[in-house]
């Protein structure tokens, strides 16, 4: 019984994330809660675990459930990208016309976003290095190259630390970092930023992302994963992370 009820909660998970991407219909989730309450409960003319019969088609379920949890976390995996990848555009393009525009009244010296000169670089051109470094730790991010956009982020913040992009810099170095699956140091980075940057916009994300790396870190951290999903929905409750914390909290049933 104790392996049907953590199938139950297998497919409520699944369905969650089915909501999320798309990727699996319904009615295959619901065909899949039917065939686990018949084996729960003995009903429906499915034998229970104890039987033969019970045990080979609780094999099938889970075979099948591996099969759509897998699908679905590369689905879930593909539309964080897009999110996330729509946001930086923006912000990089807000970026590039504050340098051009700050270049052509200074005339030479390129400004950081508290109005003191770059560190230690001045000319036109610094907008478009800074801009280049970070495109290309990006990229790395973006190619599923764990260590060197740990290696270009790191570079990058110490190169540029009062940047326009310190802050995302900062957040997909943790990103990197859950990426290699060194959860951990996952969890510090994505505290730093939410402590450098209480009111930049990915405050809200860092502290989710925490939550979710301390999740991978098995059961025993999961009163530590509640508690930082309750911070984005006190802190930053009309964020669209704030929604996706209520949903981590009723799995969890700290909701």
């Given at each position: 019984?104790?392996?049907?009820?953590?199938?139950?909660?297998?497919?409520?998970?699944?369905?969650?994330l089915a909501c999320l991407s798309g990727c699996v219909t319904v009615a295959e989730f619901r065909k899949l809660e039917r065939?686990?309450?018949?084996?729960?409960?003995?009903?429906?003319?499915?034998?229970?675990?104890?039987?033969?019969?019970?045990?080979?088609?609780?094999?099938?379920?889970?075979?099948?459930?591996?099969?759509?949890?897998?699908?679905?976390?590369?689905?879930?995996?593909?539309?964080?990208?897009?999110?996330?990848?729509?946001?930086?555009?923006?912000?990089?393009?807000?970026?590039?016309?504050?340098?051009?525009?700050?270049?052509?009244?200074?005339g030479a010296t390129a400004r950081t976003p508290g109005g003191g000169p770059g560190r230690g670089e001045s000319g036109p051109d610094v907008g478009a290095d800074e801009l280049e470094?970070?495109?290309?730790?990006?990229?790395a991010w973006s190619d599923g190259q764990a260590e060197t956009c740990i290696d270009r982020f790191r570079n990058f913040l110490q190169t540029y630390p009062s940047s326009t992009f310190a802050e995302n810099a900062s957040y997909w170095m943790a990103d990197?970092?859950?990426?290699?699956?060194?959860?951990?140091?996952?969890?510090?980075?994505?505290?730093?930023?939410?402590?450098?940057?209480?009111?930049?916009?990915?405050?809200?994300?860092?502290l989710y992302r925490?939550?979710?790396?301390?999740?991978?870190?098995?059961?025993?951290?999961?009163?530590?994963?509640?508690?930082?999903?309750?911070?984005v929905v006190d802190e930053y409750p009309r964020s669209a992370r704030g929604v996706e914390a209520r949903k981590q909290l009723e799995l969890l049933g700290s909701g």
């Amino acid at each position: 019984m104790k392996c049907v009820r953590t199938m139950r909660a297998a497919v409520a998970a699944c369905a969650l994330l089915a909501c999320l991407s798309g990727c699996v219909t319904v009615a295959e989730f619901r065909k899949l809660e039917r065939d686990v309450r018949d084996l729960e409960h003995g009903g429906g003319g499915v034998a229970t675990s104890s039987g033969r019969g019970g045990g080979t088609r609780l094999a099938d379920l889970a075979v099948r459930l591996d099969g759509l949890e897998r699908e679905m976390e590369a689905q879930r995996g593909r539309l964080e990208v897009v999110e996330h990848q729509s946001l930086e555009a923006l912000q990089e393009a807000r970026a590039a016309r504050r340098a051009a525009e700050s270049s052509l009244s200074t005339g030479a010296t390129a400004r950081t976003p508290g109005g003191g000169p770059g560190r230690g670089e001045s000319g036109p051109d610094v907008g478009a290095d800074e801009l280049e470094a970070y495109r290309n730790a990006r990229s790395a991010w973006s190619d599923g190259q764990a260590e060197t956009c740990i290696d270009r982020f790191r570079n990058f913040l110490q190169t540029y630390p009062s940047s326009t992009f310190a802050e995302n810099a900062s957040y997909w170095m943790a990103d990197c970092y859950f990426m290699r699956g060194d959860y951990k140091t996952a969890i510090l980075r994505f505290d730093d930023v939410v402590k450098d940057y209480p009111k930049g916009e990915r405050a809200p994300d860092a502290l989710y992302r925490q939550g979710e790396a301390l999740l991978k870190l098995g059961p025993r951290y999961g009163k530590a994963a509640g508690k930082a999903f309750e911070r984005v929905v006190d802190e930053y409750p009309r964020s669209a992370r704030g929604v996706e914390a209520r949903k981590q909290l009723e799995l969890l049933g700290s909701g």
